[in-house]
């Protein structure tokens, strides 16, 4: 794992958005190399990784959603750049939150890894959709309600009921299921892939997360543009 120095992009983007880079000792981002890929479920070779954050005034006087997506549009302009997404939580070694949820249906509740995603977020990172959709842009605040759960969570969970078709009830509204992804290995390379539900940031307002940005060639060269 190296740490670089990122500007270009997101200084553009800071520029432009008042986004503000937050990370835990100082200004930094990481490259995830080779190291097992075959392991951990997704492609981490050419992926560049910064904390970042958006401004409390914008974060407060616009929708989430669309900030997050501008932030993505500027980053993607970089010359190299092929994919970009933001995620909550960075796979291997990130510190995932967890919530409770309970499918339509059945009596018992179940614990899972709750993670808050932009479209692309999946094949950015090289994470296989197996069934359904990721998340997109039509997932807004406005919009039905939706999440894309791990295969883990579709086994272990639903069992043999079909996740497409069985919702979440959670407060007063209903969650459907728009996709099943491949597992990730999250917290720990050791550990077998917990449940997983990923919903979509226009849906659940997230100000600070992780950048996600696939290049074509070395992601250091774009951390030091």
């Given at each position: ?9 997101l200084?553009m983007?800071?520029?432009a958005?008042?986004v503000?880079l937050?990370?835990t000792?100082?200004?930094m981002?990481?490259?995830?190399g ?19 954050g ?6 407060t ?12 549009e500027?980053?993607a ?6 994919r970009?997404a ?9 510190h995932?939150?967890?919530?409770d949820?309970?499918v339509a ?7 899972v ?12 990172l ?5 069934r359904?959709?990721e998340?997109s ?7 039905q309600?939706?999440?894309?759960i791990?295969?883990?969570a ?15 009830p959670r407060d007063?509204?209903t969650i459907?299921?728009?996709g099943?992804?491949?597992d990730v ?13 990923f919903?979509?940031v226009?849906?659940m ?8 940005v ?5 992601p250091a ?5």
């Amino acid at each position: 794992v190296r740490r670089l120095t990122i500007r270009g992009a997101l200084v553009m983007a800071e520029i432009a958005l008042a986004v503000v880079l937050l990370v835990t000792s100082g200004l930094m981002v990481r490259t995830l190399g080779h190291l097992f890929d075959a392991q951990v479920g997704y492609g981490p070779d050419g992926v560049l990784t910064a904390r970042i954050g958006l401004a409390p005034g914008r974060a407060t006087s616009q929708p989430i959603g669309a900030l997050w997506n501008a932030v993505i549009e500027r980053v993607a302009t970089l010359p190299g750049v092929t994919r970009v997404a933001v995620g909550s939580c960075a796979p291997v070694g990130d510190h995932c939150e967890g919530t409770d949820i309970r499918v339509a249906g059945h009596s018992d509740q179940a614990h899972v890894s709750f993670h808050v995603v932009t479209p692309d977020y999946f094949a950015t990172l090289g994470i296989p959709i197996v069934r359904g959709r990721e998340v997109s842009l039509l997932d807004r605040p406005e919009t039905q309600p939706v999440m894309v759960i791990n295969a883990t969570a579709a086994r272990t969970i639903w069992g043999t009921d079909d996740p497409l078709t069985t919702p979440v009830p959670r407060d007063d509204r209903t969650i459907n299921v728009v996709g099943v992804a491949g597992d990730v290995r999250y917290e720990d390379i050791e550990s077998e892939p917990k449940p997983a539900i990923f919903f979509p940031v226009a849906q659940m307002n997230r100000s600070r997360a992780m950048l996600f940005v696939r290049t074509a060639g070395d992601p250091a060269s774009l951390a030091n543009a």
